[in-house]
């Protein structure tokens, strides 16, 4: 219930606070709480947002029977637990039950791993997302109308955009994906 008031009180300072870039959100949410424990915020950039699929396809064989023999539904869990050092998922289907678990590395006939030398999920993302062209576009012109402070134009600028490029130079849109960034 906690976590719902904080999201309120971000919501509600959010009315009140221009938001011009994303570093304003770190301010946003830092000064929503008035009463009791500050939110803590973690800053986070594109090289922390993790891929754990390439992870687990390599680690993770057995991912529904329990070891009790029951099935597990990914759907219905409401807790999961995990303990470093641990090679076992521990998992609610309802709160007020045992934890259940789940050997996720038990071999089977058809999968056998090879745990060694895998130590850390891949980046998700190489570089920055790109935005797409038109949006790209209409930022000097918000700018330009004062809609976003002057400020603020070096790292709109900066942004890198995708733009589709035909055959045909009337026709700005579609074919050919292309990343770019416009050189300052």
Not at 16 to 29: G, R
Not at 124 to 147: H, T
Not at 150 to 159: D, I, K, P, T
Request: a positive charge; aromatic letters at 12%; glycine letters at 4%.
């Amino acid at each position: 219930m906690e976590r719902e008031s904080t999201l309120a009180a971000i919501e509600k300072t959010r009315k009140f606070t221009k938001i011009y870039w994303p570093n304003d959100w770190f301010n946003v949410i830092k000064l929503a709480k008035r009463k009791g424990t500050p939110c803590i915020v973690h800053q986070l950039t594109y090289e922390d947002v993790l891929n754990f699929k390439g992870l687990k396809d390599k680690t993770m064989v057995n991912l529904h029977i329990a070891e009790d023999g029951s099935t597990m539904h990914w759907k219905s869990v409401t807790c999961l637990m995990f303990k470093k050092g641990d090679r076992r998922l521990f998992f609610k289907n309802v709160y007020w039950e045992d934890y259940r678990v789940l050997d996720i590395s038990r071999r089977s006939r058809r999968h056998s791993i090879n745990v060694t030398g895998i130590t850390r999920a891949e980046a998700a993302c190489r570089s920055r997302l790109p935005i797409n062209q038109p949006k790209y576009r209409d930022l000097p012109e918000l700018c330009k109308a004062k809609v976003l402070p002057v400020e603020y134009y070096g790292f709109y600028s900066s942004l890198p955009y995708t733009y589709l490029r035909t055959s045909s130079a009337e026709d700005d849109d579609a074919l050919h994906l292309f990343t770019t960034r416009i050189e300052t």
